[in-house]
């Protein structure tokens, strides 16, 4: 589409990422996103240090990389400007999009299955992640996201998972949305393309599969870390 | 190989100077803010000290990463040694030591008796100051010996 080909390209998807869950931030009624701020930016801030790092080390060594065609040209350690937005406007809008829900769907539908599909995929992922070490996306960001998981199913044993996964479902409307995008839906070349020798060469569309285990675990870190910060925060 | 299984030992035990170092010097000393609620329990499950898993962790992914995307390189076999010197860590000082899980409940080895009693005696102290025993897995002989004695036969 001839609209989408522009140098602000992603910096556009993350300002429609973050529009209406910043525009709806400042009611008082029904959630104060504001007032949950405090513990929301220090979610934000670490698990964003960790995926940058992440990132920084994978953009370096070629597993994936980003096109200036779609990028203002900003660059910060070795990544755009727009990636680093990128690890604050997603969460900013998946928490949102979490405590929409719980707000207002008064069942938590989900709380049943929570914790044994946890236990189920966090062992699928660390053992898909064993089986394709050799390939640096599907190992790290299998073993990284299935770790996780096992971690909450037998350490941390939160009561969050089942409003987690609700919201994540609804999250992924957005995921597929933007992400198809960033990775060359409706555009003449990807925005971030990948090193299909690093990653199993699955598909969802233009998405790699990896992709939307990736954004499960940047969620989940958040919303762990945010649920800890707000428990802390009210003691 | 022979190298790399070296490397992972070597690293497994530098741990254990790491680990004692830094418990007797960064947290009983700049980081004691961290530590502080591993002496004087606090409510809830999770102690500030449990930073200090996330910070270990940091190194371990990144020599395993870098190791692993150079060829699984030495670089691979530190970040293994530092993962499993933690895992070690875990299982001896959260659940055998603290019990914060009630797993393998009944184990009886003297060495673990001795780790045991070793660290309660460095949780006498409920300061930052005047600790003592600060190791982990190698701790004074009187310990083992004191274990020994006592064992049931």
């Known amino acids: 589409?001839?609209?989408?080909?522009?140098?602000?390209?992603?910096?556009?998807?993350?300002?429609?990422?973050?529009?209406?869950?910043?525009?709806?931030?400042?009611?008082?009624?029904?959630?104060?996103?504001?007032?949950?701020?405090?513990?929301?930016?220090?979610?934000?801030?670490?698990?964003?240090?960790?995926?940058?790092?992440?990132?920084?080390?994978?953009?370096?060594?070629?597993?994936?990389?980003?096109?200036?065609?779609?990028?203002?040209?900003?660059?910060?350690?070795?990544?755009?400007?727009?990636?680093?937005?990128f690890f604050i406007t997603i969460p900013y809008a998946c928490l949102f999009i979490y405590e929409v829900q719980k707000r207002f769907v008064k069942e938590d539908y989900l709380a049943l299955m929570g914790k044994p599909f946890s236990l189920l995929l966090g062992l699928i992922l660390v053992a898909s992640a064993i089986g394709n070490h050799e390939k640096a996306y599907t190992f790290w960001n299998f073993l990284f996201c299935g770790g996780f998981l096992l971690v909450h199913y037998f350490i941390i044993r939160p009561n969050f998972l089942g409003r987690f996964y609700f919201s994540y479902a609804i999250g992924l409307l957005g995921f597929f949305f933007v992400n198809g995008i960033l990775t060359g839906t409706g555009i003449d070349e990807p925005v971030v393309w990948y090193n299909n020798d690093e990653n199993l060469g699955i598909r969802v569309g233009t998405i790699p599969v990896?992709?939307?285990?990736?954004?499960?675990?940047?969620?989940?870190?958040?919303?762990?870390?945010?649920?800890?910060?707000?428990?802390?925060?009210?003691? | 190989m022979a190298f790399y299984i070296f490397i992972f030992f070597a690293t497994f035990w530098f741990m254990e100077f790491m680990a004692w170092f830094t418990h007797k010097y960064v947290m009983h000393g700049l980081l004691w803010i961290l530590h502080k609620d591993h002496h004087q329990h606090e409510p809830g499950f999770f102690e500030k000290n449990d930073a200090f898993f996330l910070i270990f962790a940091i190194p371990s992914w990144l020599f395993t990463m870098f190791g692993m995307m150079n060829?699984?390189?030495?670089?691979?076999?530190?970040?293994?040694g530092i993962l499993a010197y933690g895992i070690v860590y875990f299982l001896v000082h959260d659940v055998l030591i603290h019990r914060r899980f009630k797993?393998?409940?009944?184990?009886?080895?003297?060495?673990?008796?001795?780790?045991?009693?070793?660290?309660?005696?460095?949780?006498?102290?409920?300061?930052?100051?005047?600790?003592?025993?600060?190791?982990m897995l190698i701790v004074p002989k009187k310990y083992h010996q004191e274990a020994l004695k006592t064992q049931k036969p």
Do not use: C
Request: aromatic share 20%.
């Open chain 1, 210 to 235: 990896e992709d939307i285990f990736y954004g499960l675990l940047l969620i989940l870190m958040n919303l762990t870390l945010y649920e800890y910060f707000k428990g802390k925060q009210k003691s």
């Open chain 2, 71 to 80: 060829g699984n390189d030495f670089r691979l076999f530190i970040g293994l």
């Open chain 2, 103 to 135: 797993w393998f409940d009944n184990i009886k080895s003297p060495y673990f008796r001795a780790l045991r009693k070793a660290h309660k005696i460095h949780h006498k102290h409920l300061g930052k100051e005047h600790g003592e025993v600060f190791g």
């Open chain 1, 1 to 85: 589409m001839e609209w989408l080909e522009t140098k602000y390209l992603y910096l556009l998807l993350n300002i429609f990422t973050i529009s209406i869950p910043f525009w709806r931030s400042f009611e008082k009624k029904y959630i104060d996103y504001i007032g949950k701020w405090g513990p929301l930016f220090k979610a934000i801030a670490i698990t964003g240090a960790f995926f940058i790092i992440w990132d920084v080390i994978f953009t370096m060594n070629g597993v994936w990389g980003f096109n200036p065609n779609y990028l203002v040209g900003l660059d910060v350690f070795h990544l755009p400007i727009e990636e680093w937005l």
